[in-house]
């Protein structure tokens, strides 16, 4: 069950089983998500099988930062645990090995860890007695959603007591005229985008893994996905959260309010902290209306220069319609003409642009982005393009973008980096990389959401090159941190990126870091081995 | 221009003078906030008077919550104390009375402490020695950016030490590919929007204190502000700040970057913690466009029920151009009528709604006003209504919805409430309370912001009557304690509110905002007295 995918072939076969062709009624725009951003079975770098071998060296003979850490010294499971967890959860406290075996694994297959028992609460109540009961005993957790997370962040290391938040998948509110739903972590996020089409609204977020991601993970991971540009982050979206703490206390900051400044907004904690800190148990999240119009059109640029310059004509004359700005650069399209045998739509660029409207009204949709490309033309800023407005020409056009990453499967070995960056520099860092690889690299490959200044940098090689990769790293996190850049821009740091934290953050902050996680887990019993690094440990 | 249309026919009328032609130069920032949000000088509960005299008492003889609590067992400044400052801020460390007497005493006259030091930092690092040197010494600190708060938390309670951000007012960086600026917390918040009124940008909040407030103040309070049904509030807008903690340590998180997951959201817990956690030095904030396009209109309803349905109306045809949706009521109107002369600009009605658009391209605005505005008359959700598009008008018609505070004043005294509750039940606690109080109040009145679900509630009478607010409180407290609603939508806790906490937030949550504070400020000399409730001490 637990393949390690190796080279393109099987690459190819994992492929198959990706989702396309599954029901998803994926909703603004019938797109599917760029597969960079969450495909499931492709090994995003290279450490990855350092993770399940645990011997990975990183460049020359350096134990990888990202290799798991001992196990500290938790209390194992008895037969006395055993009881207790079968009599609050009756049929619900899993020990069958084969049924354990996909919960202790990550969808990229990069760590397996090996937890002896599956815990599947329904009630918030049941999730608080079980904290408190592992805290009293020393027991680690490790909260798990949907486990699509890319970063090792939502499976055991060892044999940490996986908490499924599965069951808990009920909505409890939607309120119509706010547009402010309220639900349970477990609640599958196509379900609830589906919820809510029937209801003339879609969730501020979307994500390739809508159809298994939980939205309790989302929030616990601060995903960002697609909608990003338009609806801003989930720390604005997300109203109020349940959260169980380490000892089993429940902390309600379930608010259903779009303005609230009565004390600390301890909601913010728990975004993004991986499940570190609590287990978030429910969810109120403001959604916005349905677009009644979607627009997509396919740009090339000689420069990246050019590039940036369109993206602020775009800003200023589409406005508040704009809802994607995304890029990729010839190295991307020859990789799709070569691999996927995909034929560029337009003249042959340096640079090529995904952009997506959306809004209320398609003749003023139209308008706007007509009135857009003719000024883009005459001011020479781009050279060709081309434009959809059906579900069909919108997906095709969306696929130059969105099957980058598959190409570069096929391309050869791939190491990938999620790099966050003042949008005016993200490109430097591909050109800088080429330069700097020199010869080393079969390609170097940069594509992205321009709109959110984050770049997808990709370097391939013919097989796993420790010299590359040494070559590659930390080169590619010093050049961030040197412009404040962000190593992890939407994925986290789970297991994998723990001890990297250090490029992106001051040493003041990650001790801080530290701090509220003793004053929240004093035993660290939650999600050990994630998200802080080592030496806090 | 502006006619003032009635019934279904002239509003028809009025539609067809919608904006294409005309030349807006008015802009969201250039008219002026409601009085209710930040009008110096206006008491805006009877207890504020309290503070002042340490004497107030609410309903029977039980001593007001909001009362300031004794002086705590600070250190008390001694000259070799002054030396230390005087060395390091030669020429601002301030001690002349007549000099500190502005800095004591807050907007509304309501609350007035005894500091008899007044430092004026330039530098980050001047505020770190500042800090690290208080924290030893164990002197308290009020940290105070434009003193334009209502509730008491930017002026000290007794003798702290006031640390002022106002020559820290230095802009770093802007971008304009991004809308990233970068500056000093010192800066004021109208110079900041005329700074990027120049580069096409507007910051997206707006407040009528924005001639005094200072960025980082906003920040440390979380504003709300006219903004924010458009543009969400600041904890989303703020990519990045730069803290000094109680101890003196400088916490670096001044990213500019949309995406960052790399560790816990530190920044998050110093928005809206009122200075009681460290003393915010910078900020960057992501500002959106300039709208080009700026259209408001005044309607009258029949019922709140046809209001609320109004409301779910524009949000579906208006879409993402829809920047405001207030409302007041027919008591409101009888005030801006009786004390200001103000006329209505439409037929009687029990209540009025003022929406604002904002957009790219004034055509198209206006059409979609008009079919909006079509469909709410068809419908019969709105009985009468008139358009303004240019800026003279615009403002006169805004003024229906801002003056009413003004009007409130000269009606006589007035109890007020800054209520967030679910959107649908806004006025259920303007009429339950009419019912509750019944002969008792001159008279009860509802205003505010429908989009943000924030009511303002005001009780007037004759002069000061402590049975009234008896009455009122706790009814207005509990009533929305039973929605899950919030005692402070936008205001913060500050000194006055801090023992109210409890109706909006749990004791689990409360505890928890008490170790947070522990834990940065374990002397507690940062703005003590504010935020946290006495119990908490």
């Not at 060296?57 to 207790?84: K, N, V, W």
């Not at 957790?141 to 055991?156: F, R």
């Amino acid at each position: 069950m637990v393949g390690i995918f190796q080279r393109s072939l099987r690459l190819r076969t994992a492929l198959r089983h990706l989702s396309p062709q599954s029901p998803l009624s994926w909703t603004v725009t019938g797109r599917h998500t760029p597969l960079d951003l969450h495909c499931p079975f492709l090994p995003s770098t290279s450490w990855q099988f350092a993770v399940c071998s645990r011997k990975l060296h990183t460049g020359a003979d350096r134990p990888s930062p990202a290799a798991a850490p001992d196990r500290l010294p938790f209390s194992r499971i008895t037969q006395e645990d055993l009881a207790f967890f079968r009599k609050i959860l009756p049929g619900r406290a899993v020990t069958d090995p084969d049924l354990l075996e996909s919960s202790n694994v990550d969808w990229l297959k990069s760590v397996k860890g090996s937890s002896e028992l599956l815990l599947r609460p329904q009630t918030t109540e049941e999730v608080s007695q079980i904290l408190k009961y592992c805290n009293s005993r020393n027991l680690a957790v490790n909260p798990q959603g949907g486990n699509t997370g890319l970063v090792g962040g939502s499976v055991p290391v060892y044999d940490e007591i996986i908490l499924s938040t599965a069951l808990m998948n009920n909505i409890f509110t939607f309120d119509s005229i706010s547009g402010i739903l309220t639900c349970q972590a477990g609640c599958v996020l196509e379900n609830l985008s589906l919820y809510l089409d029937d209801r003339d609204y879609i969730m501020p977020l979307d994500l390739g893994a809508k159809g298994s991601c939980h939205i309790g993970g989302n929030v616990a991971t601060n995903a960002g996905g697609l909608r990003l540009l338009r609806y801003g982050s989930l720390r604005g979206t997300v109203l109020g959260l349940e959260v169980v703490l380490a000892d089993g206390r429940v902390l309600d900051c379930l608010a259903t309010l779009r303005k609230d400044n009565t004390g600390y907004d301890l909601k913010q904690l728990f975004i993004g902290s991986e499940g570190t800190l609590g287990v978030i148990t429910s969810v109120s999240i403001l959604c916005p209306r349905k677009p009644k119009s979607v627009n997509v059109v396919f740009l090339g640029c000689e420069t990246f220069e050019q590039l940036l310059k369109t993206f602020q004509l775009s800003r200023g004359m589409l406005g508040e319609i704009l809802s994607a700005f995304e890029f990729l650069d010839s190295e991307c399209m020859r990789l799709l003409n070569t691999h996927l045998k995909l034929r560029n739509p337009i003249s042959d660029c340096p640079f090529y642009i995904v952009i997506e409207t959306s809004g209320s009204d398609s003749t003023h949709d139209g308008e706007k982005l007509h009135h857009f490309l003719e000024e883009a033309m005459t001011s020479s800023l781009v050279t060709d393009g081309t434009v959809a407005t059906e579900d069909s020409k919108i997906k095709a056009l969306w696929s130059m973008r969105e099957r980058v990453t598959e190409a570069l499967t096929h391309e050869g070995f791939t190491y990938k980096y999620d790099i966050s960056l003042p949008v005016e520099r993200i490109y430097q860092l591909v050109t800088d990389m080429r330069e700097h690889l020199g010869g080393q690299a079969k390609s170097v490959v940069g594509y992205g959401h321009v709109g959110d200044g984050n770049l997808h940098l990709n370097v391939t090689s013919a097989a796993k090159d420790p010299a590359l990769l040494a070559a590659i790293e930390p080169f590619v996190y010093e050049w961030t941190a040197s412009c404040n850049g962000s190593i992890s821009a939407e994925h986290g740091l789970g297991l994998k990126k723990r001890n990297y934290i250090y490029y992106s953050k001051p040493s003041q902050a990650v001790a801080l870091m530290g701090d509220i996680k003793a004053m929240l887990d004093p035993k660290g019993i939650l999600n050990p081995y994630k998200t802080l690094p080592d030496d806090l440990k």
